[in-house]
């Protein structure tokens, strides 16, 4: 059973920058396209960032510059700097694994809040 578990959120000021980590258990890495996603109140989630096990980016346009999305596939670990955070960007962020091939195999945190506000 595949478990992820973000941490790093919190209230930061805009302008500021937050760091949120994915620790996965399970092999997940090599087969699986990892994420971060976020639901702002009364808004549907929406993808904020995607990496493959190649690593191969896609970034909402939004954040472009801003945030950068990496991984360790040595320590099954996922990671989403986030710099020159704005209001707008407050929500709950989640942590996705979604496998390569068979993309109806996919997985969930139980997500950080980041809260953008002066």
């Known amino acids: 059973q595949v478990q992820l578990v973000e941490s790093g959120g919190g209230l930061v000021q805009p302008g500021g920058s937050l760091r949120l980590s994915c620790a996965a258990s399970?092999?997940?890495?090599?087969?699986?396209?990892m994420g971060w996603y976020r639901q702002a109140p009364g808004k549907q989630r929406e993808l904020v960032a995607t990496?493959?096990?190649?690593?191969?980016?896609v970034y909402l346009a939004s954040v472009k510059g801003r945030f950068t999305i990496s991984r360790d596939n040595a320590k099954n670990a996922l990671y989403l700097q986030m710099n020159s955070l704005k209001p707008e960007d407050t929500a709950v962020y989640y942590c996705?694994?979604?496998?390569?091939?068979?993309?109806?195999?996919?997985?969930w945190g139980q997500g950080t809040q980041v809260t953008v506000s002066s």
């Open positions: 990496i493959t096990s190649g690593g191969s980016r």
């Open positions: 399970g092999s997940v890495f090599r087969t699986h396209t």
């Open positions: 996705n694994a979604r496998h390569s091939v068979r993309s109806e195999i996919n997985y």
